[in-house]
């Protein structure tokens, strides 16, 4: 069983900064890939960005089209974190914000997804 809380999210003017975080317990969590996904009102949950971390490969980072160059993901596996620096926001980055863990490797699918947060809004003001 793993457990995510995230926090970080709010309101903030188009074209500033957020930086979300989501705290990870459970005592595997290095196994799973950790990442973002949002999802917007009267829209589906897309994926954002994931990380994935192993000992034998390293680590590996995905990011959606729409945020790459804006967004960066990061990973503390020591305090078992996982960030989301988010930059340059645009309105259309408005949307609830969720943590997701995967067992092994990133499908970057919803359905993939083994376990989620609760949710943090964003609201990007233009």
């Known amino acids: 069983q793993v457990q995510l809380v995230e926090s970080g999210g709010g309101l903030v003017q188009a074209g500033g900064s957020l930086r979300l975080s989501c705290a990870a317990s459970g005592r595997t969590v290095s196994l799973y890939a950790m990442g973002w996904f949002r999802q917007a009102p009267g829209k589906e949950r897309e994926f954002v960005a994931a990380k994935t971390w192993s000992a034998w490969s390293g680590t590996s980072t995905y990011y959606a089209d729409s945020v790459k160059g804006r967004f960066t993901i990061s990973r503390d596996n020591a305090k078992n974190t996982v960030y989301l620096q988010m930059n340059s926001l645009k309105s259309e980055d408005t949307a609830v914000y969720y943590c997701?863990?995967?067992?092994?490797?990133?499908?970057?699918?919803?359905?993939?997804?083994?376990?989620w947060g609760q949710g943090t809004q964003v609201t990007v003001s233009s």
């Open positions: 997701a863990a995967e067992l092994g490797s990133a499908s970057r699918r919803p359905e993939g997804v083994d376990y």
